[in-house]
């Protein structure tokens, strides 16, 4: 069993920075790949950035692209998702969780595991 941890969001204003954390338990952290989702109030969830098994590879959402980077810490079973110059419409629920395979793909149905989420509110 896989249990996902998100934390780090908060209220931030528009142009500001957070740093999402999410603690992963058991061996299929260093197995697969994670992403990052988000859910706004009335939208569907939608793939914010994934990083791959190894770390190497980042992937991310034209909406976040040079605005968010990913990362991962193997001794640590922790991935982080650092936002700068956030935007009224970032605000969501942020959600981490395993992949299937060792590549991160934007497909919500090929990741296995999810945390409970972390709300993430910009103001203007």
């Known amino acids: 069993q896989v249990q996902l941890v998100e934390s780090g969001g908060g209220l931030v204003q528009a142009g500001g920075s957070l740093r999402l954390s999410c603690a992963a338990s058991g061996r299929t952290f260093s197995t697969y790949a994670m992403g990052w989702f988000r859910q706004a109030p009335g939208k569907e969830r939608e793939f914010v950035g994934g990083?791959?098994?190894?770390?190497?590879?980042?992937y991310s959402a034209e909406s976040v692209k040079g605005r968010f980077t990913i990362s991962r810490d193997a001794a640590k079973n922790t991935v982080y998702l650092q936002m700068n110059s956030l935007k009224p419409e970032d605000t969501a629920v942020y959600y981490c969780?395993?992949?299937?395979?060792?590549?991160?793909?934007?497909?919500?149905?090929?990741?296995?595991?999810w945390g409970q989420g972390t709300q993430v509110t910009v103001s203007s």
């Open positions: 969780a395993v992949g299937r395979s060792v590549v991160a793909v934007q497909d919500a149905s090929r990741y296995a595991y």
């Open positions: 990083i791959s098994r190894s770390g190497v590879t980042t």
